[in-house]
């Protein structure tokens, strides 16, 4: 369903430094497979497409249903991989106008710590059913239970203690953590995010499948995507497309392209853009190595970004996610003054702009020294995005083990909280 394109890096590496990886690859493939790696305690995603049960997708329609039926809104409250899956699938599948057209809003909190979002939420909650998805596989991350706290309570104030229990969904860690405790103890309705899968890896999991669900996508073709992913994937060789991403990213690495520019030409594509980035980069990055991910939209962002990868330090590389062109076709209209002189596209489709577009980009950011690789993807659908999904964890695992870190760690991310409880008093 993948296709990696990698003709446009042959002026920055060779083709003996593609091959040159091929055991490691194979070596990276296996630690993951066998369970061989650092961070093997967290390889639950690895068998989770196949692994997941159809009583496990049904308690999540249903809790979806009763959602859809009482609320107006759902707000799901989470952060980092408890929260950037969901709200990626959802722009994909619904576009970012979701919310303009769906009755049921989906909105999300507990991604910071800014008093204006939150007034700016709970302002929009007043006069609105809502229910909330407090998501945190941890269940002490302080952005979410910060936020977590005001919902619910707002919810009490309103419905009263036993209606608003009926309107808080949890999804956390099975068995540990304070918020699995106080979903025992009050009685909410609870998903789990299996112990053994880490955060960026846990879309495929309720903590993505909820969300996705109440926003009407159907959750059931975006596993069979990435089932399918999982079986097409295991193949252990250079036909592999994860195994290709995987090789070109790390050859393009070590000879200086230390900046991995991810970029799509769909608006609605943005998220998945964000949520890539969480997985490369808090996979890779750490004992001072790992390239820096970047996403990027495009055409929007040439306008901004275009200079600088045209002609800035040559230490980038593109990844370029392409699409099948749009089922519904939308052609230029003829203007008899054509004062904006476009009549010379009369009839033709904008996808003939666009197709020229990227062709255009490419070829000028490959003449300017930034390789590109291509990932075709096919049509943008439910499976697909299933299929990407899958795609992008195992190329992570497989990079980063080929970089000689272990990718379900993020051992750099506590010292930041390390100094805010200090500053909080909490020690
Ligand atoms: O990948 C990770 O583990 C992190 O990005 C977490 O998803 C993020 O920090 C949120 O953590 P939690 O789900 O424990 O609230």
Redesign the pocket.
């Known amino acids: 369903m993948i296709k990696t394109e990698i003709s446009n890096i042959w002026g920055a590496i060779d083709f003996s430094a593609l091959m040159a990886a091929e055991e490691r690859l194979g070596q990276a493939h296996a630690m993951l497979a066998e369970g061989k790696g650092p961070g093997n305690d967290f390889l639950g995603w690895y068998h989770l497409p196949s692994g997941t049960t159809e009583a496990e997708l049904d308690a999540i329609s249903a809790a979806a249903r009763k959602i859809r039926m009482d609320s107006q809104a759902l707000v799901v409250v989470?952060?980092?991989?408890?929260y950037l899956g969901a709200r990626a699938a959802i722009e994909y599948m619904n576009g970012v106008l979701h919310n303009e057209s769906d009755p049921v809003k989906i909105y999300f909190a507990g991604n910071h710590l800014s008093t204006r979002a939150l007034h700016e939420l709970l302002d929009r909650l007043e006069h609105v059913d809502f229910s909330i998805n407090i998501?945190?596989?941890?269940?002490?991350?302080m952005e979410?239970a910060v936020a977590a706290r005001m919902l619910r309570q707002l919810l009490v104030r309103r419905y009263g203690m036993d209606k608003a229990r009926e309107r808080i969904y949890v999804t956390t860690d099975p068995e540990n953590g304070k918020l699995r405790k106080q979903t025992k103890e009050e009685g909410y309705e609870s998903f789990p995010i299996p112990s053994n899968v880490?955060?960026?890896y846990?879309v495929l999991t309720a903590c993505g499948l909820l969300p996705m669900a109440v926003a009407g996508i159907d959750i059931r073709a975006v596993m069979a995507g990435a089932r399918q992913a999982e079986a097409d994937l295991d193949v252990r060789s250079m036909e592999n497309p994860a195994w290709l991403y995987a090789a070109a990213r790390n050859a393009l690495y070590e000879h200086g392209k230390k900046i991995e520019l991810f970029c799509s030409y769909e608006p609605c594509f943005e998220y998945v853009g964000r949520w890539w980035q969480?997985l490369f980069g808090?996979s890779e990055g750490k004992d001072g190595k790992g390239i820096f991910p970047t996403c990027l939209q495009f055409t929007t962002d040439l306008h901004s970004m275009g200079q600088l990868i045209q002609q800035g330090e040559r230490t980038m590389f593109e990844t370029v996610v392409r699409f099948a062109p749009a089922s519904r076709n939308l052609n230029i209209d003829m203007d008899w003054k054509d004062l904006d002189e476009l009549n010379y596209l009369v009839n033709k489709p904008v996808t003939y702009v666009e197709e020229n577009a990227i062709e255009g980009v490419i070829q000028a950011h490959v003449d300017g020294g930034v390789p590109v690789i291509v990932l075709e993807c096919g049509e943008m659908n439910a499976r697909t995005l299933g299929y990407l999904f899958y795609f992008f964890q195992l190329s992570c695992g497989i990079s980063a083990y080929m970089l000689g870190v272990n990718p379900f760690n993020?051992p750099g991310?506590e010292a930041y909280k390390k100094n805010m409880m200090t500053n909080l008093g909490r020690g």
């Open positions: 989470g952060i980092g991989g408890s998501v945190s596989k941890s269940g002490s991350t979410t880490g955060g960026r846990s969480q808090e993020q991310v």
